[in-house]
Each structure stands twice: as structure tokens, then as C-alpha cells.
């Protein structure tokens, strides 16, 4: 059977059976030798996909003397006690549906784009076809299915699609789907000859084709090449967009080339060419993961005196570099003014200013940033409570610490095994030994397994303390866990 013998409704091999379907108030008829491949493909693809379209598979009438005598006069017999079901409802079953020519042409093209793709002879596999004309529909839904995956060969197709017929006019979208793949498999020059090509046919070249041109050289560290790219854009007619510049801009930043980058900044200036978040936040990105925090910093105080907020993916980035070089104050005076120009923090804004203000010894910092983050309607998890229990513990606020533990349990947040071990090591650093066993107890009964040092430092410093008895049953607790 045929390939695409289902997709035009055929349910066997085909001995004599016809397809018909209607356009309109037109029926075609459908025969039976063309569900080879094919003319399978020559008929859908002189079909345009339609909507509502259906294929009505005709049924084969065979020609046959009449029944049998048994069956002739036992018919009526047979037949009677059914008589009466003639007129109920039909059965809520679903009806075979039939493939519509929609779905004929997408087959094709998928097959189609499977030749390109795993053919190596491709050309000679498509002339065996016989396929009629291509239409730039077709050739662009094959590019777009075969091109990114397999770019070289996808060329190929494109070169067929244009020498098999003279009547076949390429329209810069099928140029557009063969420039992006090459490009981001770094097929160069293939890829400024369908540029050449594309121009010598006077179609445009989009800013967003070559801004990922830009983009792709950038990725394979080719910042000269993207320079050039750039400077040639006005041999294009392609005016130079802010997403342009900052295809550019994140070029040089990713080979660290940031004196080039002040100089594209000033040149936009310049030309007046508005920057964009994507703008500073990829100038935000490369100089905190180069190390450049002042001119991360002044990049953001600029941004925000301008109203214009960087996202909060590169806020927070900013943000973790500039707290692990201590300067927290800067950090939470930075959230409170982004805060009120708009920008949304999330949790994991929170997750690095609360342990770094806490580490410090900034509790009522601390907690502040705290209650804002459940206000803002985060979620806290364990490290947040445990950051502040920390700097409670270190502060000798021990009463406070054990009260916000309770809260966190309370509050349904039940603490895991990281928790209960710090809680248990400031206790012991604390001299709150009697705490310390009580919370070994409780993570047992939690079935959350201690860490051998936590019981060794608690058993010592009870029997350090007088608790003889009370270290005898930790000791005993921990044999019953461990076994031994």
C-alpha cells in the first residue's frame, strides 16, 4: 500500500476504488491510480489545503448474482426483529474521520522534508516524484522544517525548488528560513551567497535576519566578523535597529572587549538610536561576570534615573555580585529604588539579600526584607528562616531564635535537615545544650537522621555540663538510629 494511500481515504489496496470529494458546488473525482506516491503528491499538491475539506471514500461495487436461497428466504426472518430500531437515535460513536486535503498537504511536506533531511541524493529522489511545480508555499514550509537541523541540505532542496521550474519566484521569507540556520551553523559562506543571492533579486534583508547574524558570530567568539557584518548593513539598505546594536553589543561582551562596547554606547547616542532594557542589561551582565562592579553600578543608577528597569534576572545578578564584595547597603538601597520605579522582585531577589544582611548582623534589615517578600505573596522556604535564625543565634537572642522556629513550623513550613543541624551547632556554640537535644530528639521523630558530629558535640557538652543522664539517652538514641 502506498504511503499516502490513508491520506486520501483509501482503506486497502486499491482495486478499482475512486475518491470524490466537492469544492463548492464542484465534485472531483479521485482515481484509484493515483494513490501511487507520485501522483499521490501531484494531486495534493495541485490542491490547495482548503478548510472544512473532506475526502468521501466511494464504496466498490462488486457485481454479484443474487444471494444465496438459504439467505434469500431467511432474510426477512432475520431482519424482523430489528425492524423496530430503525427509528431510534443513531449510537453516540464516533464516525471515521476522514484525512481533509490539509491534511494530504502537510504530509507531503513532512515527507518532503524527510527526503532533505536523510537522502543523500535528494535531487535524484525528488526528480523520481514527478512532482509538479513548487509553489513558495511549499518551499517554505520544507526550508522551515528541514533547515534547522539540516541547513546544507536545505540549500540543496532551495536549488531544486529553483532550477526545476522557471516559473518559480523565491520571496525573501524562503531566503530568511536558509540564512538563520546557516548561520547559526556557522556555514559562512554559504550563507553571504543566498545574502548575495537575495540581493541580486532586490529582495530586503530584515534587521532581525541580520541581528542574529550578528548574534551567531558573537556566539563563536567572531567579534570582528560581527563588526563587519555591521558596517556592511548600509550595502543592504538594512537600517542599523537597537536590536542590532545589541546583537553587537553582547558580540563584544562576550569576548570582553568593553572599550569597544562604550564606543557603540556613545555611537548610538550619537546616531540617536534609543537603547533598550536589552541594552544595559547586557552591559550589566558582562561587566559583573568580568568583575567590573562600579561600572555595573553606575550602569544601573543610570538606568534607573531614566525609568528605564533592567529585568529582574539581571537585577539579581547585579545584586549577588555586588553583596559577595560586602556591599550590602548599596544593594538594599538599589531594591528600595527599583522597588518604586516598578520593577518586581522575586524570591530569589530575596534569597541573596536576606542572607547577606543577615550576615552581617542587620537583623531588623533582615527582617524587613522578611515580611516584604511574604507581602509580595513569596512563598519563604527553610534558608530564608534559617538566615535569620543564624544571625539570632550569633546575637545571643536565643528566646527570638526558638521563636521563629516555632513560627516557621507553625506557619507550615517544616524545616529540613540543614535547619535542624544549624540550629543544633549555635545551640552547642550557645551553651544551650539541653535545646540542642531536644531538637535532635524532635528531628528524629521527624525521621530526619542526624549528623554524627551533631550528637558527638551535644553528648560532650551535656556531660560537660552535669547531664550525665541526659547524655546516656542521646547516646542511646543514636545507637537505636545507627545500629551499632
Given at each position: 500500500?502506498?504511503?499516502?494511500?490513508?491520506?486520501?481515504?483509501?482503506?486497502?489496496?486499491?482495486?478499482?476504488?475512486?475518491?470524490?470529494?466537492?469544492?463548492?458546488?464542484?465534485?472531483?473525482?479521485?482515481p484509484?491510480?493515483?494513490?501511487?506516491?507520485?501522483?499521490?503528491?501531484?494531486?495534493?499538491?495541485?490542491?490547495?489545503p482548503?478548510?472544512?475539506l473532506?475526502?468521501?471514500?466511494?464504496?466498490?461495487?462488486?457485481?454479484?448474482?443474487?444471494?444465496?436461497?438459504?439467505?434469500?428466504?431467511?432474510?426477512?426472518?432475520?431482519?424482523?426483529?430489528?425492524?423496530?430500531?430503525?427509528t431510534?437515535?443513531?449510537?453516540?460513536?464516533?464516525?471515521?474521520?476522514?484525512?481533509?486535503?490539509?491534511?494530504?498537504?502537510?504530509?507531503?511536506?513532512?515527507?518532503?522534508?524527510?527526503?532533505?533531511?536523510?537522502?543523500?541524493?535528494?535531487?535524484r529522489?525528488?526528480?523520481?516524484?514527478?512532482?509538479?511545480?513548487?509553489?513558495?508555499?511549499?518551499?517554505?514550509?520544507?526550508?522551515?522544517?528541514?533547515?534547522?537541523?539540516?541547513?546544507?541540505?536545505?540549500?540543496?532542496?532551495?536549488?531544486?525548488?529553483?532550477?526545476?521550474s522557471?516559473?518559480y519566484?523565491?520571496?525573501?521569507?524562503?531566503?530568511?528560513?536558509?540564512?538563520?540556520?546557516?548561520?547559526?551553523?556557522?556555514?559562512?559562506?554559504?550563507?553571504?551567497?543566498?545574502?548575495?543571492?537575495?540581493?541580486?533579486?532586490?529582495?530586503?534583508?530584515?534587521?532581525?535576519?541580520?541581528?542574529?547574524?550578528?548574534?551567531?558570530?558573537?556566539?563563536?567568539?567572531?567579534?570582528?566578523?560581527?563588526v563587519?557584518?555591521?558596517?556592511?548593513?548600509?550595502k543592504f539598505?538594512?537600517?542599523?535597529?537597537?536590536?542590532?546594536?545589541?546583537?553587537?553589543?553582547?558580540?563584544?561582551?562576550r569576548?570582553?572587549?568593553?572599550?569597544?562596547?562604550?564606543?557603540?554606547?556613545?555611537?548610538?547616542?550619537?546616531?540617536?538610536?534609543?537603547?533598550?532594557?536589552?541594552?544595559?542589561?547586557?552591559?550589566?551582565?558582562?561587566?559583573?561576570?568580568?568583575?567590573?562592579?562600579?561600572?555595573?553600578?553606575?550602569?544601573?543608577?543610570?538606568?534607573?534615573?531614566?525609568?528605564?528597569?533592567?529585568?529582574?534576572?539581571?537585577?539579581?545578578?547585579?545584586?549577588?555580585?555586588?553583596?559577595?564584595?560586602?556591599?550590602?547597603?548599596?544593594?538594599?538601597?538599589?531594591?528600595?529604588?527599583?522597588?518604586?520605579?516598578?520593577?518586581?522582585?522575586?524570591?530569589?531577589?530575596?534569597?541573596?539579600?536576606?542572607?547577606?544582611?543577615?550576615?552581617?548582623?542587620?537583623?531588623?534589615?533582615?527582617?524587613?526584607?522578611?515580611y516584604?517578600?511574604?507581602?509580595?505573596?513569596?512563598?519563604?522556604?527553610?534558608?530564608?528562616?534559617?538566615a535569620?535564625?543564624k544571625?539570632?543565634?550569633?546575637?545571643?537572642?536565643?528566646?527570638?531564635?526558638?521563636?521563629?522556629?516555632?513560627d516557621?513550623?507553625?506557619k507550615?513550613?517544616?524545616?529540613?535537615?540543614?535547619?535542624?543541624?544549624?540550629?543544633?551547632?549555635?545551640?552547642?556554640?550557645?551553651?544551650?545544650?539541653?535545646?540542642?537535644?531536644?531538637?535532635?530528639?524532635?528531628?528524629?521523630?521527624?525521621?530526619?537522621?542526624?549528623?554524627?558530629?551533631?550528637?558527638?558535640?551535644?553528648?560532650?557538652?551535656?556531660?560537660?555540663?552535669?547531664?550525665?543522664?541526659?547524655?546516656?539517652?542521646m547516646?542511646?538514641?543514636?545507637?537505636?538510629?545507627?545500629?551499632?
Amino acid at each position: 500500500m502506498s504511503t499516502y494511500g490513508s491520506a486520501f481515504g483509501s482503506h486497502g489496496p486499491s482495486h478499482g476504488l475512486s475518491t470524490r470529494t466537492r469544492f463548492g458546488s464542484d465534485v472531483v473525482v479521485v482515481p484509484s491510480y493515483c494513490l501511487d506516491l507520485g501522483r499521490a503528491l501531484h494531486f495534493c499538491l495541485l490542491t490547495p489545503p482548503r478548510p472544512m475539506l473532506r475526502f468521501v471514500p466511494v464504496p466498490l461495487i462488486r457485481r454479484r448474482s443474487s444471494p444465496p436461497p438459504f439467505i434469500r428466504h431467511h432474510l426477512p426472518l432475520l431482519l424482523s426483529p430489528l425492524r423496530h430500531l430503525d427509528t431510534l437515535a443513531p449510537p453516540a460513536l464516533p464516525l471515521p474521520r476522514h484525512p481533509s486535503a490539509k491534511d494530504a498537504y502537510f504530509a507531503v511536506v513532512h515527507h518532503i522534508a524527510g527526503i532533505v533531511r536523510r537522502d543523500f541524493y535528494l535531487e535524484r529522489t525528488l526528480g523520481r516524484l514527478r512532482l509538479p511545480p513548487p509553489t513558495p508555499d511549499l518551499v517554505l514550509r520544507v526550508l522551515r522544517a528541514a533547515a534547522p537541523s539540516a541547513p546544507l541540505p536545505a540549500l540543496r532542496f532551495f536549488a531544486w525548488a529553483r532550477r526545476s521550474s522557471a516559473s518559480y519566484r523565491p520571496s525573501a521569507a524562503e531566503f530568511d528560513a536558509l540564512i538563520l540556520p546557516l548561520a547559526r551553523h556557522r556555514h559562512w559562506s554559504q550563507m553571504w551567497s543566498v545574502a548575495a543571492d537575495m540581493r541580486s533579486l532586490s529582495l530586503p534583508l530584515l534587521p532581525s535576519t541580520f541581528a542574529s547574524v550578528i548574534d551567531a558570530y558573537g556566539q563563536a567568539a567572531l567579534a570582528d566578523l560581527a563588526v563587519d557584518v555591521f558596517n556592511r548593513l548600509p550595502k543592504f539598505d538594512c537600517p542599523q535597529t537597537t536590536a542590532i546594536y545589541n546583537a553587537l553589543l553582547s558580540a563584544l561582551c562576550r569576548v570582553g572587549n568593553f572599550h569597544g562596547a562604550y564606543a557603540l554606547i556613545r555611537r548610538m547616542a550619537r546616531k540617536q538610536v534609543p537603547p533598550d532594557r536589552q541594552t544595559f542589561s547586557t552591559l550589566v551582565d558582562a561587566w559583573c561576570a568580568a568583575g567590573y562592579l562600579e561600572a555595573a553600578k553606575e550602569m544601573v543608577r543610570r538606568m534607573t534615573k531614566e525609568g528605564v528597569l533592567p529585568d529582574v534576572t539581571t537585577f539579581n545578578s547585579l545584586l549577588e555580585a555586588v553583596c559577595k564584595s560586602g556591599e550590602t547597603d548599596f544593594c538594599v538601597g538599589l531594591l528600595q529604588d527599583a522597588s518604586e520605579l516598578g520593577l518586581c522582585p522575586d524570591i530569589s531577589t530575596y534569597k541573596i539579600l536576606i542572607p547577606a544582611v543577615s550576615k552581617l548582623g542587620k537583623i531588623e534589615e533582615a527582617f524587613r526584607l522578611f515580611y516584604c517578600a511574604v507581602e509580595d505573596g513569596n512563598k519563604p522556604f527553610p534558608s530564608l528562616y534559617a538566615a535569620i535564625i543564624k544571625a539570632l543565634c550569633r546575637a545571643g537572642r536565643f528566646s527570638d531564635a526558638f521563636g521563629l522556629f516555632k513560627d516557621m513550623k507553625v506557619k507550615g513550613h517544616p524545616p529540613n535537615r540543614p535547619v535542624y543541624t544549624m540550629l543544633v551547632k549555635m545551640c552547642v556554640r550557645g551553651g544551650r545544650f539541653v535545646e540542642a537535644a531536644n531538637y535532635l530528639v524532635e528531628m528524629t521523630e521527624m525521621g530526619l537522621v542526624p549528623m554524627p558530629q551533631s550528637f558527638d558535640s551535644v553528648v560532650d557538652g551535656l556531660k560537660h555540663r552535669g547531664k550525665h543522664e541526659l547524655a546516656k539517652r542521646m547516646e542511646q538514641l543514636e545507637v537505636s538510629i545507627r545500629g551499632y
